[in-house]
């Protein structure tokens, strides 16, 4: 019995180090890779980091988001409903805020604001040298 437990533990430490017959921790990798080991460690625990603080700036970001929406919302709905009791339909219209896209206009959403002019009706000043 102790001869065939010996068998087993030799037979699972050959699979356990591999065909080539090296272990499996630093000590086990050509002496090439085992200087570089603390670098990579290094650079993988930089990387996860990085991970994180992407995951936490995204989660601050959509909550910024959320939050811009709903102000944005709030104001164009108040502007939406001074306007219409004014009697200033057509305003009312451009400022009524979109009830599928957060943060955007009605008017924006269906396209039927008009292209913005330029500030000045004169074309551009051609560019030097070209």
């Not at 601050?60 to 306007?83: H, I, N, P």
Request: a positive charge; glycine letters at 10%; aromatic letters at 4%.
């Amino acid at each position: 019995m102790e001869q065939a437990l010996t068998r087993r533990r030799r037979a699972w430490n050959r699979r356990r180090r591999g065909a080539a017959g090296r272990g499996t921790g630093a000590d086990a990798a050509p002496p090439g890779v085992a200087a570089e080991l603390p670098a990579l460690k290094k650079a993988l625990a930089k990387v996860a980091t990085e991970e994180r603080e992407k995951e936490a700036t995204l989660r601050a970001k959509q909550s910024a988001m959320r939050k811009s929406d709903k102000s944005f919302g709030q104001g164009a709905a108040l502007l939406a409903a001074s306007f219409t009791f004014a009697g200033l339909e057509d305003l009312a219209a451009k400022v009524r805020p979109s009830g599928r896209r957060p943060g955007r206009t009605a008017a924006e959403e269906d396209g039927a604001l008009p292209a913005e002019e330029p500030a000045s009706p004169e074309s551009p000043l051609p560019l030097e040298g070209g």
